[in-house]
C-alpha cells in the first residue's frame, strides 16, 4: 500500500512539474524580439479581404482584429472569435480558436474571413499589416483601429 501511495505521488509531482513548462517557449524556438511584436500588437479593422472582394461581397463594418502577445480575437462579420496566439519572428500561430454561432447578414462575408484567418501562417508591415499564406499571397490586409 505504501509503494502504491508513493508511487501515485510521484506521478501527480511529475504531471504538476510539467504542467508548469507549458506556457514557455521551448529552447529551440526563438521568439520574436518585444519591439518586432508590437508592430502587430494592436486593434485593427479590416481593410481589405481579397476573397470577399473578389466575389463583390459587400465588407462587414464590424469586422476587426485584435492581437495580444498571446491571444487574438474580434469580430468577424456577425460573431466573435477568439483563441491563442504565437509570433515567431513574421510568422504567425493561432491554437484553441472558438466562435460564437449566430445568425446574421454578414455570413457570406464571415465565411470569407474565418477560411482567411485559417490560412494565415505570416504578415509583413508595409503601411499596413498583411496578413499572408504560406506562399507569400495576401488573404487580408488591416489598419489600425480608429479609438
Not at 476587426?64 to 460573431?79: L, M, Q, R, S, W
Not at 454578414?106 to 506562399?135: C, H, I, P, S, W
Amino acid at each position: 500500500m505504501k509503494k502504491m501511495i508513493m508511487v501515485l505521488s510521484a506521478v501527480l509531482a511529475l504531471s504538476l512539474l510539467s504542467g508548469c513548462c507549458c506556457d514557455k517557449v521551448c529552447a529551440t524556438e526563438k521568439p520574436v524580439a518585444k519591439a518586432k511584436k508590437h508592430m502587430i500588437i494592436g486593434s485593427w479593422v479590416i481593410e481589405d479581404l481579397p476573397a470577399a472582394t473578389a466575389k463583390k461581397i459587400k465588407p462587414s463594418p464590424k469586422a476587426e482584429i485584435t492581437f495580444e502577445p498571446t491571444k487574438v480575437y474580434g469580430c468577424a462579420g456577425d460573431n466573435r472569435f477568439f483563441g491563442n496566439l504565437k509570433i515567431y519572428g513574421r510568422e504567425l500561430s493561432f491554437s484553441q480558436m472558438g466562435m460564437t454561432r449566430m445568425m446574421g447578414p454578414n455570413a457570406q462575408y464571415e465565411g470569407y474571413f474565418m477560411e482567411a484567418l485559417n490560412n494565415v501562417v505570416q504578415y509583413d508591415v508595409v503601411g499596413t499589416v498583411r496578413l499572408l499564406d504560406k506562399n507569400g499571397k495576401v488573404l487580408m490586409v488591416l489598419k489600425p483601429k480608429k479609438k
